[in-house]
């Protein structure tokens, strides 16, 4: 497959591993659980331990995000977590952009690496983000990326796609791996 079409149904089976953000694992020295971001179903209930005390935290079941049907969803790859210009400016452009992705109603951003979810985890922690607005999650093996033809070796390509209630209303990748013509959020505000 060659990347995604616009107008198409996002892929079904797709699942991502990722570790939300909770204040009890908020510092940096403190590992939350990986979960299963399922993006047919919606996360799933999770637990998160806190390493020091071995107390369980759980969630609340009313903060869990409906599906991908039932959402405006930015997903934008980068090669990897911590590198020069995902650091610098991928990730920047969508945290200074924020408030004007929500007006034009995206629900939630996932940015999307080959690294493990404890690597982007603490890229997330890293950067301040302290809400599932903008969630850090694992394309293990960069598996999903290479199914549609859209990994760099074997990283995660940059690129970024739009999917609006499960139809992919945008779909772009980066001609240049340090580019952000197509998947930086100026291009991706313009697009929505």
Avoid at 19 to 31: G, L, R, S, W, Y
Avoid at 106 to 126: C, E, H, R, T
Avoid at 138 to 151: L, R, V
């Amino acid at each position: 497959m060659s990347g995604l079409k616009v107008g198409e149904q996002f892929p079904e089976g797709v699942a991502f591993q990722y570790i939300p953000h909770q204040e009890e694992t908020a510092d940096f020295k403190v590992c939350g659980i990986p979960i299963k971001y399922d993006t047919a179903k919606g996360k799933s209930l999770y637990q998160l331990k806190h390493h020091e005390t071995s107390k369980t935290f759980v969630a609340n079941s009313s903060r869990l995000p409906t599906e991908f049907k039932d959402k405006k969803v930015v997903i934008v790859s980068i090669p990897g977590a911590f590198t020069p210009t995902c650091s610098a400016s991928h990730l920047p452009g969508y945290i200074e952009h924020k408030d004007e992705l929500k007006a034009k109603g995206v629900d939630q951003v996932i940015f999307l690496a080959y690294n493990d979810p404890f690597v982007m985890s603490g890229w997330g922690k890293a950067n301040n983000i302290k809400d599932d607005f903008i969630i850090f999650a694992s394309d293990a093996n960069a598996a999903f990326s290479t199914s549609i033809g859209w990994n760099h070796g074997e990283r995660t390509a940059r690129y970024a796609i739009v999917i609006d209630h499960g139809k992919v209303v945008y779909a772009e990748k980066e001609t240049e791996l340090q580019g952000l013509e197509v998947s930086g959020a100026e291009p991706v505000l313009k697009a929505l």
